[in-house]
């Protein structure tokens, strides 16, 4: 054997010795009880506790606000069924990026991913991290109002907590996730308890003449499903880390299950608790319903309650920074944005670019503070490319027949959950036409950006040059490579 031989045998060996032991790529990390918690932990954050509000006050009676309530439930747990076929088809993390790559190419794939962190994330991330600052700050200054700018602090510290623990450790973010879940049902179980011992107790009056349809005005009933499908909203992060989940074509669809129809019913117990200590008028008024329901039920508890919806909030944000960086390593693994963000550490195995890039662009949203605009934009566009995906579900199937499908969900539900969320997004066009129409024009610029950098590079030589310095001396700085390991 001549010396290249003997030389490419060792470098063969020290290549096998370190798949075995250090290689770099995300790990398989994410079992049945971290993926159930982790759906769970996203999808309960700060909706329920807020939005009950813009269900009544949009829907306009009791009973067809229960109905909402209950028919979002319903919606979301199709849509994650959707999506866990998706999930055991195409075993790639990254979620609707993937679906919308696979399925209808690369044009769609890269404007989600454009609309995603130009102002679907931020703006999500922003307003949940602004529900956990108020909640924290409020039970030290009630009856007054708290300092905005306190506010926004400590809602910036709250990031900051939860991208530290994401850029620490997978293992660490999966473990935080799981015990704050668990505190989060501790609070729904406190509210619902209470409320339907009242019930038991004939406390029904405010249940009398629950369906008004003098009050009902169909416009605004889908801003009244975008309400309640805003607190449901966390149902698909779990597709965006299919990589780092152990047995996934058993775990993703039996967490899914699990965790939306415990969601579905809780959300609808904790409704009926609010309107039996609540009249309508009250809950309206109210800007934070679970403290003003505390006041009437749990009075020797009302203070833990803002404590409890504070961490509820630190859970959502948690699972958001740990599922929608995915989406941003995946796009820049298939060259829909810079390489860098395709990178994780070299030790502690986190995307940390893509981790930190969001970091920025949150806080500057908090420090802003106009957020709630920027939600209707990212409502739209969200449930807009939700549709795409599970219709180009349904154009993969008819195509690619033979394709195999761990998990495969009956077409009825399928047709079902793509034709109401083009309904409804087709209702909010009517609805909100100022909001639906800015939306569309931002995912839209997207486009030339697409043509410009991705489809075919046109910019300058000497910017390429420049932006791969940069991007070099970033990767130094943060010590990070590209995984070294296939991981789908």
Known sequence: MGIDGIQSKEEGDEVKEKKEDEVIHLRRTIGLLPAISFIIGTVVGSGIFIAPKGVLMNSGSVGLSLVVWALCGVLST?????YAELGTTFTKSGGHYTYLLETLGPLPAFLRLWAEFLFIRPAVASYVSLAFGRYVVDPFFSPCAPPTALIKLVSILGVTFVVAINCWS??????TQITLTFIKMFALVLIIVPGIMALARGQTENFQNGFEIDTLTLNKLPLAFYSGLYAYGGWFYLNFVTEEVINPNRNIPLAIIFSMVTVTVCYVLVNV???????????????????????????GLASVIPVLVAVS?????????FGAPRMLFVGAREGHWPVLFSMIHIRRNTPLPAVLLLYPLVV?????G????????????????IAMATMGMLIHRYRFPLHPRPFKVPLAIAVT??????????????SDPWNTGGSCALTLSGVPVYYLTVHRSRLPARWRKSFNYCSKQLQILLEVAQQEVQTY
């Open 417 to 430: 959950f793509t034709v109401v969320c083009f309904f409804i997004v087709g209702l909010s066009l009517y």
């Open 78 to 82: 199709f849509g994650a069924l959707c």
């Open 313 to 321: 909030c630190l859970g959502a944000l948690n699972g958001g920074f």
């Open 364 to 368: 500057v949203m908090v420090a802003r």
């Open 273 to 299: 608790a609010y309107y039996t200590m609540m009249t309508a008028e009250e809950l309206l008024v109210s800007d934070a319903v679970a403290v003003t329901f505390a006041n009437r039920a749990l009075h």
């Open 170 to 175: 997978v293992t660490l973010a999966s473990r």
């Open 370 to 385: 106009e957020i709630f605009q920027l939600i209707n934009f990212a409502s739209f566009s969200r449930w807009l490319f």
